[in-house]
Each structure stands twice: as C-alpha cells, then as structure tokens.
C-alpha cells in the first residue's frame, strides 16, 4: 500500500540499526511495533523476535495487522474463499457504492461503479460469514486486509483519501480481482491493537519499542476514511464533498499537544530499547526531540538521506522533492 510515512524503503536499514544496539539475536525479544500502519515494521521483525506487539489508532490499521501480524497458522482452503469471493454476482445498492461511486448519483468519484459494487459485494459476504461462523477470526482479517489491500489498488485518488480524481484514472478503471495478502507463518504468539499509544503504553512491557507516530498536521483517519469505511461497514451519514466519517485526531499531529504527548510515553514506557524515527520536518524539532529523550537513558542518533517523492496533484503522478533526513532516535533507558 502506498501509505504516507510507510518504513518500506527503511525497513532493512531500520532493522539494522537496532541489531547493532540490542544485538543480532533478537530471538527472545519482545518488539512492539506502536504506531504500526502498514505493519512492515513488525513484519520485518516478526520472523526474528519471540513476540511482536503491534498497535494504531486506526481500524484499517487494525485489520491489516490482525492478518499480517496476529495471523501466524496457516489457514485451510484460504484460496477457495478468495476465489468464490471473486466470483459472486454483484449487489447493487450497497454502501460504498450508494456514496462513492458517481453512478449511484452520489457525486463522488472513489471507485469506477463496477469496483465500488465489487467491494459492497465482498465486504458484505465477509459480513454474513463471519455473523453465521462460517469463518473464524484468522480467515476473516485474512479475506479483509485481502479486500482492503486490493481495494485501494483502484482506488480514483492521487494517493490519499482526502479527494478523489475528476476523472477515472488508468489504474482505477481496472476491474478489482480480490488477491491474498500474505502472512508470515511461525509459532509465535502476536498481539495487535487498535488503541492509543498512550493508553496502551501504560498496559504493556517488552524488550524494543518502535514509534513512528505521524510527524505533522496530516490526520490519517481523515486521509484514509474510506479504508476505516470499508473494514467497519457501518452506516453513517457521510459528509461533504469527500463523503468523510467522523474521524480520530492525533495529538502527535497537534503542535501544542506533540511534545507532552511524547515524553509521557518515553516516560511510561516499560522497554529497555526504543527507536523513535522521525522526519527532519516534523513537528517537534531535533533538540526537542532529543531533550526529552536524555532524560530518561542514554541517547543517540543516526541518520539517513533518502530521496523523498511527492504527490503532483495536477498530473496525478508522483515526482522527486528534495532530499531529506530520516532519523532514527535511539534511548537505552535506564528505569524500565
Ligand atoms: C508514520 S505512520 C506509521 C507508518 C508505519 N510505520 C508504516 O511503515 O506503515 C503513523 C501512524 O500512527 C498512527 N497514529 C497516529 N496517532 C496515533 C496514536 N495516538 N496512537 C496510535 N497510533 C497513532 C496513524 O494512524 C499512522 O498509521
């Protein structure tokens, strides 16, 4: 998924700065992974840690890692699901279509009609097989983070969901195939949550705390709302031009609330090991960031350029910005 702020292209060098201050045998390592979003962090150290513990605030976020992270069991027949999900004739009136779709007169453009009907269709069988037990847990975040990683595949946006495109882009007018989305299978026992880090903080312990909390004013929940649409398939009335549901504000994208926020979770956090990435343009500044860090251990800092893209709204294509810095900040702490 191409999600702002996503660790994809830093994951291997991530991974590396942290096997150089814990050690590379992280085998009975409690990793959790707060702000996960994609969930590529905890991916990349699920295959290395005794426990992964992943956590967002949003319930797309949530979905993915029930399945990309919780999900460890290799689950029976899964194909045959996405198959007859991929072949059922399709409803007409659903939810996404009725409010996203310009055919159902809703004016708004997110999916071509034939895609927005296609995910009512899968959405609402995933419904009725989880309400009968058809399926259990595992096989329905499995057959949701499936629909929701092939849904924003089509998806009629520039990048995010705070717009949809006038037209229907090249990509969007491609019929929507439900495809699988794959788990790493292991042993382990994973844990996922959809809290607010600061909340949780306070209920957990572990060995390495990775956070990647948003870095400015941009809300995800109100630039991925179709995403939290589709995996909670509730009815609500959608608002405005862009057909938002109420959304969660973060403090981490307040500039008044980011650096208290921050140190009370340095200060609660019961791990010996936390990295903090952030962008060299956040919010808190570097000094900031660092102050509250040292209070409580020993600190450092490397970092790495990397050659940043932007959304080109008018051209609906991606170009290259400026290089910029993406910092890992490192504290061993001393009380845990
Ligand atoms: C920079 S993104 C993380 C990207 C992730 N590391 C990845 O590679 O996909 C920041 C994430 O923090 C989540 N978030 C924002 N505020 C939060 C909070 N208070 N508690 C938990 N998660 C939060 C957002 O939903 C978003 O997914």
Known sequence: ???????LKL?????????????NDLSQKVFCDMFAGTGIIGRTFKKDVKQVISNDLEHYSLVLNKNYIQNHEAIADKEKYIQELNNLPLIENGFIYQNY????????????????????????KIKEWKQSDKINDSLYYFLLASLVESADKVANTASVYSAFLKDIKKSASKALVLEAAPFI????LHLVFNKDSNELIKEISGDILYLDP??????????????????QYDEFTPKGKTGLRKYNRSDYSKKQKVCNSFEDLIKNAKFEYIFLSYNNEGLMSEYEVKNIMQKYGKYSLVQKEYQRFKVDKTQNRNHKANKTF???HILVKDNF
Not at 1 to 7: D, H
Not at 185 to 188: A, L, P, R, V
């Open 1 to 7: 998924m191409n999600y702002i702020g996503s660790k």
């Open 214 to 231: 948003p870095y400015n004013q941009r809300q995800y929940s109100a630039y991925y709302h179709l995403l939290n649409t589709i995996t």
């Open 185 to 188: 299978e292991d042993d382990s």
């Open 326 to 328: 993406e910092s890992l």
């Open 101 to 124: 779709c310009i055919g159902s007169g809703s004016e708004r453009q997110y999916f071509s009609d034939e895609n927005g009907k296609k995910i009512d269709t899968i959405r609402t």
């Open 11 to 23: 994951s291997s060098w991530i991974e590396e700065e942290v096997k150089k201050v814990v050690g």
